[in-house]
């Protein structure tokens, strides 16, 4: 048995880059920043690292990212890791790791008004929705995986 799953809850570096394949799929990407804590046991002194992760959300999810997510939201992300790598002009191999989103849910307002969404509850689940009494946007449509991008049509 195999599992590629990612969860992740941090907040959002930039507002998401929104593109339109070929083949008309929308396509969002965006970077979280998730903060570790601790203190140094030598001198004591409280240290913290971010460490930055890239997310692609497909279709739907493209689509509410484009409305929802701004720069500085807290946002959830489930999805799975994926590594894709191309030759840039100097003919090098580059990679890029990423989470292929299948699940956001938005996070609440923080007070400098970045976000549009006003509880963390909203949930955009592409697989069974959750019965909760909270509005909640979800898409169920699948991610054509088997198409092939261009790397230099995608401008992040």
């Known amino acids: 048995m195999n599992v590629n799953k990612a969860i992740i809850l941090g907040n959002v570096t930039a507002d998401p880059e929104i593109k339109t394949t070929p083949k008309g799929q929308n396509v969002a990407s965006f970077s979280i920043a998730t903060n570790q804590y601790w203190t140094d046991k030598k001198t ?6 971010a460490e930055f992760h890239n997310v ?12 929802y ?3 500085g939201s807290l946002i959830y992300i489930e999805g799975r890791l ?15 790791t990423e989470i ?23 949930n ?6 959750q019965n909760n ?7 169920n449509q699948d991610n054509d995986e088997s ?8 401008p992040f």
């Open 124 to 129: 955009t689940n592409r697989s069974k929705p």
């Open 44 to 49: 004591g002194d409280k240290k913290q690292k």
């Open 133 to 139: 009494s909270q509005d909640e946007s979800s898409s």
């Open 82 to 96: 994926q590594t894709r790598n191309w030759e840039d002009n100097q003919g090098n191999t580059k990679y890029r």
């Open 147 to 154: 198409e092939e991008i261009n790397v230099e049509d995608i």
């Open 56 to 67: 692609v959300a497909w279709n739907k999810l493209a689509e509410i990212a484009e409305k």
């Open 100 to 122: 292929i989103a299948n699940r956001i849910q938005l996070g609440p307002k923080n007070s400098s008004g970045s976000g549009n969404n006003s509880n963390f509850g909203k």
């Open 69 to 71: 997510i701004n720069k």
